[in-house]
């Protein structure tokens, strides 16, 4: 081997083709290492749920008394919840669904929600009211028309909202 083909780097010599092997190989460490290592990539990577805007649908200073879904109305009676005229809803089942509608919790969606199930009316009190659609496709979606905006309910089923 001639010796211009040689180098020699804190002192081991090496030739220039080994040298180029060696840089490759630290530039491949150096590019894992950066990667796979650094807390800030890894977040960026994987979708965190903690990161992800989780709100609830009614205001804890809010106190709902009715809810309308189709021509069932279920209200807050002094002794708890009751479907109004008496209907197929037992008391244990308008209070599980007065429950499940004020602890809703949702992310926002940017799905286009289809294939809509039914309007919900909720009355609070101080004469305030709020429309929710319910839409089935392309997953259970939430709109909020007054907003114009789109949520995916939290842990809840399509059946849970509506009391059957």
Known sequence: MRREQKRTF??????K??????LVYVVLLIMFLLYFVLPGNRQALTENPASVEVVGLIPAEMRLLSIHI???VIERQPDGWVC???CAISKQRAA???????SLRMIPSSLQPEAKIVDVYLYFEGDQQARI?????????IKLPQQDR???PVDVAVEALLGR
């Open 96 to 102: 599980a669904l007065a429950e499940t509608w004020q």
């Open 150 to 152: 789109v949520f995916e």
């Open 10 to 15: 804190f002192g081991v010599t090496m030739s």
């Open 133 to 141: 659609e319910l839409y089935s496709e392309p997953k259970l979606l």
């Open 70 to 72: 189709d021509d069932q």
């Open 17 to 22: 083709r080994a040298w180029n092997n060696v």
């Open 84 to 86: 109004v005229p008496v």
